[in-house]
């Protein structure tokens, strides 16, 4: 009996192996295309193309091969989607027994995607789900398309604008997973992708319902993590612009479809935010909050904090988008920082030191108007530095006509140093410039650095009588005497005109003896 009980399960295991290996034959699945076509044209409100369609009643699927999903004929006439294959997973029962096809989810592998972003602020995904067929004033319906999963494998996407407004952007290893889809309920999702220059991107959360009007306004929660974003890598900077950085983000999004909030950290690593600048030795944080309008397309920077060491400097204001850049209008307020902790950032923003030297104690005070495109800002405002020392370049014997040898002692103490700057493309302006150096005196004037880096500074120095070149002066035309010497005094009383060329590493400082005597 054993034996034989054996035996009838053997062969009832083959009869099913071998109806297994035989339906596909007697299941003739490329005659449901016309019917899966039409339903997924339907829901996503793009004409959607399949090629041949097979079945495996292993995996309980149907394979299309060479998928195309049409882009909104506004954005292009390509493809917004193209595949090799499509996997549909399906209930085999109805399938088998009844010839109803009752999606379960879907899989696409490989697929190139398509995303396009017009002038106005819209996409061309913004009419998925069949909102842009809908007639003028009349409710669209909600797409009847519910899926256990749907999920995107090892895609590639490019992003473009129309009118073309820069480099088209490219990713690879593109990865969505979307659990329980319907366009009327929220669902969980993941996505991912690498970028150009090693970087990676991550964005997990919850999303819908899928907004009716457009799709781009559906709300969302979700966290964003970029590691080793290099934005001139990418292709969101242009080289030429003189800004750098290699940045990990961690940040909280959240939208309602109107208003689009974001919270978080950045770390950027060789940071660089002027072409005649260096990039920071070390890691800058920054925290920051801001919100987006995504109907009027602007937004609201609550805080940017700035930190170097225990110090932060802070930014508010606004911001709007166009194709053509990100227009600031922000305001940078960093009182009495500690120069110490902020020297390491100043090659980062173009101010170099002359070559030896170093700024040690003091504070740095400003308050600047930051506007303009993102990546061509104008700076406007007032900076000053107070009770610093400027180790290591002797400003006292740098003074060509009026040389005193180690008048400062190897170092410039300076008091007070301030001046209203004006920073552009074209060049760092400063007026109303003031310093007091109580070893050689108080100056004022004004002056221009050039991108290439070259000076041209004009001041008044007004010397200090009783110490280091205002001293040997002073002496110099008491020895002198008579008609030059009451020259030299005179200037010395009453200022001596500067010239400031070369270089801020290497400056030229010359006294305007013809001046002088005139």
């Not at 820069?166 to 290893?173: E, I, N, Q, R, V």
């Not at 000053?384 to 060509?400: H, M, P, R, V, Y």
């Not at 002056?447 to 008044?460: H, W």
Request: proline letters at 6%.
């Amino acid at each position: 009996m054993q034996k034989r009980w054996v035996k009838v399960t053997l062969a009832v295991a083959a009869l099913l192996v071998v109806a297994v290996l035989l339906v596909p034959f007697f299941v003739n699945a490329d005659t449901f295309r016309p019917m899966l076509q039409d339903q997924l044209s339907t829901a996503l409100g793009r004409r959607v193309t399949l090629g041949h369609i097979s079945f495996s009643l292993f995996s309980g699927s149907l394979v299309a091969e060479n998928i195309s999903i049409a882009d909104d004929p506004i954005f292009s006439a390509a493809p917004f989607i193209q595949a090799k294959s499509l996997h549909i997973g399906i209930e085999t029962g109805p399938f088998l027994f009844h010839r109803q096809v009752r999606v379960t989810n879907l899989a696409v592998e490989s697929p190139s995607i398509q995303l396009i972003h017009a002038q106005d602020g819209r996409w061309n995904f913004s009419s998925l789900g069949g909102a842009a067929s809908t007639a003028p004033h009349q409710p669209s319906a909600i797409p009847n398309l519910t899926v256990g999963e749907l999920k995107i494998s090892n895609g590639s996407a490019t992003v473009s604008s129309i009118p073309a407004t820069g480099k088209t952007l490219s990713y690879t290893a593109v990865n969505l997973d979307i659990k329980q889809f319907a366009f009327d309920k929220s669902f969980p999702f993941q996505l991912a992708a690498s970028l150009p220059g090693s970087g990676s991107f991550q964005l997990s959360g919850n999303a819908g319902p899928v907004a009716q009007k457009d799709a781009s306004d559906t709300p969302f929660q979700a966290r964003l993590q970029l590691k080793h974003f290099d934005p001139v890598a990418v292709g969101v900077v242009d080289p030429g612009k003189g800004i750098s950085m290699v940045t990990d983000i961690d940040a909280q999004l959240a939208s309602d479809g109107r208003t689009l909030t974001s919270s978080g950290k950045i770390q950027a690593s060789n940071l660089q935010l002027a072409r005649t600048g260096s990039p920071a030795p070390r890691p800058v944080n920054i925290d920051y909050a801001i919100s987006n309008n995504l109907d009027a397309r602007t937004g609201q920077v609550s805080d940017i904090s700035i930190h170097t060491g225990s110090v932060a400097a802070h930014v508010n204001g606004g911001y709007r988008l166009t194709p053509q850049a990100v227009l600031l209008n922000l305001r940078l307020a960093a009182p009495n920082l500690p120069i110490d902790q902020l020297e390491e950032l100043l090659p980062a923003f173009g101010v170099t030191l002359p070559s030896g030297s170093s700024l040690r104690g003091g504070s740095l005070t400003a308050n600047l108007g930051i506007t303009g495109p993102a990546t061509a800002t104008t700076i406007d405002g007032p900076v000053e530095i107070d009770n610093t020392e400027l180790a290591g370049f002797d400003l006292g014997s740098k003074i060509q006509g009026l040389t005193s040898p180690g008048a400062t002692r190897g170092g410039t103490a300076i008091q007070t140093l301030r001046a209203d700057v004006h920073s552009s493309p074209q060049s760092t302006q400063l007026a109303n410039i003031f310093g007091n150096m109580p070893q050689l005196g108080t100056a004022t004037g004004s002056g221009t650095v050039y991108p290439s880096g070259a000076l041209d500074f004009k001041l008044l120095a007004k010397l200090n009588t009783t110490s280091g070149v205002g001293s040997i002066a002073s002496g110099a035309a008491n020895k002198i005497g008579g008609f030059f010497g009451k020259v030299l005094q005179g200037a010395v009383n009453n200022g001596v005109p500067l010239t400031i060329t070369g270089t801020a590493s290497n400056p030229s400082i010359r006294a305007n003896v013809g001046a002088m005597l005139r």
